[in-house]
């Protein structure tokens, strides 16, 4: 059995460190630790001798920091790693570059405060770890952002106008290793009159904000982290914050999001789940829902209660994702309608979301 399990490599300057996760990883019966180095340099030795399945690699450390470690890493021989350190301020903004420098995820150092959040953070190691051993991984380009338009373009006036006609379409996307780029890839094909969307992204708590922020520069619409109470809003994207739940709920003729505390739910908060069965409850015929690339089952059973009550569903298919995990149990599931490529999950999201009376436009 040992033989088939993903070989990690855990990459970090404090021996403390090294032993938690070392630890977390080997109780896992699909994982096992191959090494552990103090420094990039040590790890470099290693490497020499043999190439693990996934790199477990903090930013922070003495002689070279994990962001030129993983930037070599990708140019010369791709593999999957995951950013595992602690995340404060403005520190996202280094973990914005991991991800544009091929990291396949982000995490935050296990957390020994309590049993309860030890028990939370060992979770989501183990299933990071275990969804990057299962993801493609390739050299990445650069991507120049586009010219933002004015402020009155990208806020939609026309739609603060008629509120209760334009809020009656609402599209919900959930996703999860490989999404944050995949999330990328959508948001920026889309024009700035795009249908109002709510985002879950399995993602750390301190790193949505950064990341809402960064895709906000990218695109034409408006994208930010969700406050409780947000109006949703034809342009704008809400990404649900990290370690919360986020939630469609209805104020009359329009919708709001409502953010709150929980347990996890399918081993995530926030949930994809979570969101889509609100959507379901709250939009139900007038939503779409969207279900991209990652690791587990999380948003099958939603995506399938937001098609039984009318709702049109996506996929992403498996030549386009990074772990075709989430897309295919929802599609077994039968929460599928129809599986697409990446790159026409914008332009559909754009057509099945547009409000009555609006022209059709062709995908």
């Not at 855990?10 to 630790?33: F, G, K, M, N």
């Not at 990039?40 to 994990?66: N, S, T």
């Not at 309590?114 to 990071?128: G, H, N, V």
Request: some cysteine.
């Amino acid at each position: 059995m040992a033989a088939n399990r993903k070989r990690v490599l855990i990459v970090d300057d404090s021996a403390v460190v090294r032993q938690t996760i070392s630890e977390i990883v080997s109780a896992h019966p699909q994982l096992e630790v191959m090494a552990t180095a103090n420094d990039p340099f040590q790890a470099a030795e290693r490497l020499k001798r043999e190439w693990p399945d996934v790199i477990v690699l903090d930013v922070e450390m003495p002689r070279m920091d994990g962001i030129t470690f993983l930037r070599r890493l990708m140019a010369q021989k791709p593999v999957p790693v995951v950013i595992c350190s602690t995340l404060v301020g403005e520190g996202s903004k280094t973990y914005l570059a991991a991800l544009e420098a091929g990291a396949v995820d982000l995490i935050e150092k296990p957390n020994i405060s309590t049993r309860k959040f030890l028990e939370e953070s060992s979770i989501r190691l183990q299933d990071a770890v275990l969804g990057a051993a299962h993801a493609r991984v390739t050299r990445r380009e650069s991507v120049a952002p586009p010219t933002k338009h004015s402020a009155d373009v990208m806020l939609a006036p026309a739609g603060h106008r008629a509120m209760a006609q334009t809020t009656n379409k609402v599209v919900a996307i959930g996703a999860s290793t490989g999404g944050t780029e995949a999330l990328r890839v959508v948001l920026q094909s889309l024009p700035h009159n795009a249908p109002p969307i709510v985002i879950v992204q399995h993602m750390p708590e301190a790193f949505t904000k950064g990341f809402a922020k960064r895709l906000d520069e990218l695109c034409q619409i408006t994208v930010k982290e969700a406050v409780s109470g947000d109006s949703v809003l034809p342009g704008q994207a809400l990404i649900a914050p990290g370690a919360k739940h986020m939630m469609l709920i209805r104020s009359g003729a329009n919708y709001r999001v409502e953010v709150k505390d929980g347990p996890l739910v399918n081993r995530h908060r926030p949930s994809v789940d979570v969101l889509f069965r609100s959507v379901a409850r709250v939009a139900g015929a007038n939503a779409v829902g969207v279900i991209m690339t990652g690791m587990g089952d999380d948003g099958a059973r939603g995506l399938r209660e937001m098609r039984d009550v009318g709702a049109r569903t996506v996929g992403q298919n498996e030549a386009t994702c990074v772990v075709y995990g989430m897309p295919a149990e929802a599609m077994k599931a039968g929460g599928v309608e129809q599986e697409v490529d990446l790159n026409m999950i914008g332009r559909l999201v754009q057509r099945l979301g547009q409000q009555e009376g609006e022209r059709p436009q062709r995908v």
